[in-house]
């Protein structure tokens, strides 16, 4: 029954290189070696593939946040990592839906993930929170805000995009929709 | 605010590393010395560490789907799982057939179950129905020596063709029998102990419980005494003694036993098992505890096997009696609430129920 499915998958350091440089080719090739696995997984255990997906994309940003958040120190293999956290993923939302514990079938070793699940449930609180306060916001301060703070655009940039007569009201702009923002972000 | 402004995008272009020279020195400075300064410092790249780490989980999530559109998912479904796909083909291919399989087991079956009268679970198979024919030999001397001897009842001298026994619902003149004693029935007589006979009317039936109501209409009929007996509501226990009267020939026979099981025939919940012994004619008789309370009336026995007779639990009586409309009814039907038999001798209880109960009479 347990039958353990083959791959050609990358190698760990590589992988973990990859990710601290934003390498979209091993996002790719990441997604594409252990899909299955969790496709698996949760199949097996009363889901379907859009489940799948959503676990395990999940399980990839827990990856990456755990990666990128310094420190990171490999334990065990980036497969039994993965896979555990889907594992966790799946049966808390199992639980959740049934409202009775419940046995799953495993096809791979697992290790203790909690501690990041816990780190990841915090960082999911602060995400979903700051969705919601972006999409509060409106535009034009949403796309200002985005422009400036995550696709790093300068100031110039954004001046000539939105039509403003000089870099000054530009920056004024940009002040009045972060304190917006902040504001949003801190009384949800 | 405007020196809040100025210093929001001076930490803006500090944190993106546009300050260079004398301005990065002064504000690292300024970082040192005014502790107030850091803190907001530290706030707002907290935030703005906050909102690219949206910025980067958003952008991720979109790669992922992008990568996600581009698998084929039912390839690798197939791939991990395949069994299901394998147990659905199967199905389509072979259901028509399986349809067909199935419906032939029915049919066989139902068909077997049919045939061996599975179904008709009819008591008249298994249980004897006790109500007596009057052959002409059997016909009573009785009824004509007391045709002679007492003033002359109303009814036929005619022994009729089947016989039972009824007892009174009320003083008034209701009677309550079986169904199947009085079933098919031109005309219905009841007789009491002393021989007389009365024309009686049929007022209910209910053949599920097999239980028939009737009302004495002869106009010689006088009403009689109030009754001695009660009707139980509850079920009565396994292994209460009772005893019956009834009409297995021309005169009351005492009969005794006690209850042997809950239910009845095959389950039957309507009835109580009694080991009694019963002969036909007896249908219809009460079935009495021994404080005198009314919990059954006999109705039947099973064949080829000793020892086990039916009663109707008294509650259906009630039920049967309920269900009468009393608009209908030319006189009220109550039914006796008070129980004079408590703690008599069989002697006396007997004596006492004789002028209750009916030879019921059916041409």
């Known amino acids: 029954m347990k039958k353990e499915l083959k791959s050609s998958a990358p190698a760990d350091s590589e992988i973990v290189l990859g990710i601290l440089n934003d390498s979209k080719e091993t996002l790719s090739r990441l997604y594409t070696s252990y899909f299955p696995m969790v496709l698996q997984l949760v199949l097996k255990n009363n889901g379907n593939e859009d489940d799948a997906k959503d676990v395990f994309q999940e399980s990839i940003i827990v990856l990456y946040n755990k990666v990128k958040g310094g420190n990171f120190e490999l334990n065990s293999k980036l497969k039994t990592f993965l896979y555990s956290v889907c594992r966790r993923l799946w049966l808390k939302r199992l639980n959740e839906q049934s409202k009775t514990r419940r046995n799953i079938q495993d096809f791979s070793d697992i290790i203790a993930v909690e501690d990041d699940l816990e780190k990841h449930e915090e960082k999911d609180r602060q995400f979903e929170m700051m969705e919601l306060a972006l999409n509060q916001l409106g535009e034009p301060c949403k796309t200002i805000i985005e422009d400036y703070y995550i696709q790093n655009r300068s100031m110039q940039e954004i001046c000539e995009k939105f039509g403003y007569t000089n870099a000054d009201n530009a920056k004024t702009q940009k002040y009045k929709c972060l304190q917006r923002l902040k504001k949003l972000f801190f009384q949800t | ?363």
């Open chain 2, 1 to 363: 605010m405007k020196s809040d402004l100025e210093l929001m995008n001076l930490i803006d272009a500090y944190l993106k590393g546009e300050l260079a020279g004398s301005e990065l020195s002064d504000f690292e400075q300024k970082r040192i010395s005014d502790p107030s300064f850091d803190l907001k410092v530290v706030e707002h790249q907290n935030f703005i560490l906050n909102l690219s780490e949206y910025g980067s989980r958003v952008k991720l999530s979109s790669d992922m789907n992008v990568i996600h559109e581009s698998l084929d998912i039912q390839a690798i479904k197939d791939e991990v799982a395949p069994e299901a796909p394998r147990v659905i083909r199967l199905w389509k291919k072979y259901r028509i057939s399986t349809a067909i399989a199935a419906t032939v087991a029915l049919i066989a079956v139902s068909g077997t179950l049919l045939s061996t009268g599975y179904f008709s679970k009819s008591i008249s198979t298994n249980v004897n129905l006790l109500r007596r024919e009057i052959n002409s030999i059997k016909r009573s001397q009785n009824a004509l020596i007391k045709n002679i001897n007492d003033k002359p009842a109303k009814g036929p001298s005619d022994p009729g063709e089947y016989g039972g026994t009824g007892f009174a619902l009320s003083s008034n003149g209701y009677v309550v029998t079986n169904f199947h004693v009085i079933k098919g029935a031109d005309s219905v007589y009841v007789q009491n102990s002393g021989g007389e006979s009365f024309k009686v009317k049929l007022i209910y039936i209910d053949p599920a419980y097999d239980l028939a109501v009737l009302q004495i209409t002869d106009p010689g009929f006088e009403k009689l005494a109030s009754l001695p007996y009660t009707f139980k509501k509850a079920a009565s226990d396994v292994g209460e003694d009772v005893f019956t009267i009834g009409f297995p020939r021309d005169e009351q026979v005492l009969g005794k036993g006690y209850v042997s099981a809950k239910n009845g025939f095959a389950g039957d919940t309507v009835a109580y098992q009694v080991s009694i012994p019963v002969n036909p004619g007896n249908s219809g008789g009460p079935l009495l505890d021994n404080l005198g309370n009314v919990i059954g009336i006999i109705n039947g026995k099973q064949a080829l096997l000793d020892g086990a007779a039916f009663a109707i639990k008294s509650s259906y009586i009630l039920k049967s009696i309920e269900a009468i409309p009393q608009d209908s009814l030319d006189e009220k039907l109550v039914v006796n609430k008070r129980n004079t038999l408590a703690g008599l001798s069989r002697k006396e209880q007997f004596k006492k129920l004789e002028p209750y109960i009916y030879m019921v009479k059916v041409y």
